[in-house]
């Protein structure tokens, strides 16, 4: 009912920047939080960052200070600038969106993104 579509990985090398997006569409009544998630090989899936649905952001300690989370409500659409990208932010980075359906508007559904491959060369 609900589609994710992420864009903006790539290969860039360390210190560069890249900008992620999410897009979300289908029967959507209201998205509550927004959030971006990452896992490297061999490692479990973590949270990069997230925003409620009046734009709190938090974020984790590692990327404090490179990374921007916004949203743009009006389009579905969660965004992540990433800055200063060093070869530990190499990963598969993920959206997830906690969407309220038009068919069911008294609970909120999580939907994940495909993921998009995000490789910093040194």
């Known amino acids: 009912q609900v589609q994710l579509v992420e864009s903006g990985g790539g290969l860039v090398q360390a210190g560069g920047s890249l900008r992620l997006s999410c897009a979300a569409s289908?029967?959507?009544?209201?998205?509550?939080?927004m959030g971006w998630y990452r896992q490297a090989p061999g490692k479990q899936r973590e949270l990069v960052a997230r925003?409620?649905?009046?734009?709190?952001?938090n974020y984790a300690d590692s990327v404090k200070g490179r990374f921007t989370i916004s949203r743009d409500n009006a389009k579905n659409t969660v965004y992540l600038q990433m800055n200063s990208l060093q070869s530990e932010d190499t990963a598969v980075y993920y959206c997830?969106?906690?969407?309220?359906?038009?068919?069911?508007?008294?609970?909120?559904?999580?939907?994940w993104g495909q993921g998009t491959q995000v490789t910093i060369s040194s």
């Open positions: 997830s969106q906690g969407v309220v359906l038009r068919s069911n508007p008294l609970r909120e559904y999580p939907y």
């Open positions: 925003i409620s649905s009046i734009g709190v952001t």
């Open positions: 289908g029967n959507i009544f209201r998205i509550n939080d």
